[in-house]
């Protein structure tokens, strides 16, 4: 069972929209679990300090690293598990990524930073590896990480009806010449003509053959159109 484990300072931020549509209904259906841990928890004076300063001066706080690796070491409970820290300095998440952490056998525990980010030093020692959404700064890794998870838990097994939706999704179709990963061709539903605009004949003469050709080459003229 692929059980995934937030550490967060905005708990209450899930399962927000991991608790609706597809990976919702698998989480109901317990086709994957969810653990929401506060890292404030883990703050031990009385008023429950999170963060501090950073040296060298500067604006900001930093999350402290005897809070962080607290939270993160009882996530782990002394079994394995996959740590991942979300953050814009980290590798970009992408469609592999995703296949890779939904095959994984462990827990996955993902960190959200908030503030300046979290002590580089727990990063070090206890994170696996730091992926980014995108080239640009988010207030919390919260989003970032129901990112991760939406992207994630929609290809475990079981969660989409049928196996065919996956291989024909942006990145899981492979161009069988060059085995390069393709984004997905247009799709259209009725009416065939709405405002003026008629769906391709090609889709609507029910040549299964010149279908697939289609959406191949339109596929391919999306994914070469990205590129430039
Ligand atoms: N000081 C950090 C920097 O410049 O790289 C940014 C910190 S950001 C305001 C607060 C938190 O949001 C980070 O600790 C991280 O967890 C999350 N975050 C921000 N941008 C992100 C991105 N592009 N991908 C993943 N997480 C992100």
Same mark, same amino acid.
């Given at each position: 069972m692929f059980l995934a484990k937030v550490l967060t300072?905005?708990?209450?931020?899930?399962? !927000?929209?991991? !608790?609706?549509?597809v990976v919702g209904r698998a989480l109901q259906q317990g086709k994957w679990q969810l653990a929401v841990v506060n890292i404030?928890?883990?703050?031990?004076?009385k008023h429950r300090t999170v963060d501090d300063t950073p040296y060298g001066g500067g604006a900001g706080m930093v999350l402290k690293p005897e809070v962080v690796a607290a939270a993160i070491r009882q996530a782990k409970a002394g079994g394995v598990a996959h740590v991942v820290y979300l953050g814009p300095a980290g590798q970009r998440f992408t469609q592999a990524h995703a296949r890779r952490l939904a095959a994984l056998e462990q827990p996955l525990v993902l960190l959200c930073g908030h503030?300046?980010?979290?002590?580089q030093r727990v990063l070090e020692t206890e994170v696996d590896e730091v992926l980014s959404i995108g080239d640009y700064v988010l207030s919390g890794g919260e989003v970032a990480a129901q990112v991760v998870l939406d992207a994630t838990v929609r290809?475990?097994?079981?969660?989409? !009806? !049928?196996d065919a939706s996956l291989h024909e999704e942006s990145f899981d179709?492979?161009?069988?010449?060059?085995?390069e990963p393709l984004v997905e061709y247009p799709h259209y539903t009725r009416p065939a003509v709405w405002e003026g605009q008629a769906v391709p004949a090609v889709l609507q003469g029910g040549n299964h053959a010149e279908i697939a050709k289609w959406r191949l080459a339109q596929a391919r003229a999306r994914t070469a159109a990205l590129k430039t």
């Amino acid at each position: 069972m692929f059980l995934a484990k937030v550490l967060t300072l905005f708990p209450e931020a899930f399962p !927000g929209l991991l !608790g609706h549509s597809v990976v919702g209904r698998a989480l109901q259906q317990g086709k994957w679990q969810l653990a929401v841990v506060n890292i404030r928890d883990f703050a031990t004076d009385k008023h429950r300090t999170v963060d501090d300063t950073p040296y060298g001066g500067g604006a900001g706080m930093v999350l402290k690293p005897e809070v962080v690796a607290a939270a993160i070491r009882q996530a782990k409970a002394g079994g394995v598990a996959h740590v991942v820290y979300l953050g814009p300095a980290g590798q970009r998440f992408t469609q592999a990524h995703a296949r890779r952490l939904a095959a994984l056998e462990q827990p996955l525990v993902l960190l959200c930073g908030h503030y300046e980010g979290v002590d580089q030093r727990v990063l070090e020692t206890e994170v696996d590896e730091v992926l980014s959404i995108g080239d640009y700064v988010l207030s919390g890794g919260e989003v970032a990480a129901q990112v991760v998870l939406d992207a994630t838990v929609r290809l475990l097994p079981g969660v989409l !009806g !049928g196996d065919a939706s996956l291989h024909e999704e942006s990145f899981d179709l492979i161009d069988p010449e060059t085995q390069e990963p393709l984004v997905e061709y247009p799709h259209y539903t009725r009416p065939a003509v709405w405002e003026g605009q008629a769906v391709p004949a090609v889709l609507q003469g029910g040549n299964h053959a010149e279908i697939a050709k289609w959406r191949l080459a339109q596929a391919r003229a999306r994914t070469a159109a990205l590129k430039t």
